[in-house]
């Protein structure tokens, strides 16, 4: 599984401005409601009872907050970078300024580990990191995720 079976350009944000963790998680929830038609507070609630299990933030200005959503038909990504590093309360106790958000149907299983997996392999190598903090938008990002 690579990033173009999980992300397509139109899921992909840039200069993302939050002044919280909490506010980012909204943010994104939101973009995903308006985008899909699924109710913007089932998302977040999601979303952010799994953070609150743990920390999603995996270190080197990255996290990947995910949940589980009931009746969910399929799974969604979203890609963003931030305009500025934003305390996420990551494993490494660094700043996060990209973000892989993943949300999935609640049957999904290994499908839902399998995408996780596939962003954890792209964005723990440091060059890839460094091309899409350099990216001048979503299409460069896109191309840089892809390795």
């Known amino acids: 599984m690579g990033i ?9 944000l840039t200069e993302v401005e ?3 963790k909490r506010h980012l998680l909204e943010e994104i929830s939101t973009y995903i409601a308006r985008k899909e ?19 999603t933030g995996y270190g080197n200005g990255v996290a990947f907050p995910h949940a589980r959503i ?3 038909k399929h799974i969604m990504s979203v890609f963003v970078r931030l ?16 973000v892989a958000f993943m949300i999935s149907p609640e ?13 954890s392999r792209v964005l ?10 350099k990216a001048k938008g979503p299409h460069e990002i ?5 390795g």
């Open 83 to 98: 305009d500025k590093p934003l305390d996420y309360d990551a494993l490494d106790g660094q700043p996060v300024d990209m």
């Open 142 to 146: 896109y191309v840089a995720l892809q």
């Open 124 to 133: 723990k190598n440091a060059e890839i990191c460094e091309s899409v903090r």
């Open 18 to 20: 939050a002044s919280s």
């Open 37 to 55: 038609g699924i109710d913007k507070n089932t998302i977040f609630e999601a979303v952010l009872e799994r953070e609150n299990l743990g920390s």
């Open 107 to 119: 049957n999904s299983g290994d499908d839902h580990l399998r995408t996780l997996a596939a962003f």
């Open 4 to 12: 173009s079976d999980i992300l397509s350009e139109d899921m992909i």
């Open 70 to 72: 009931n009746g969910l």
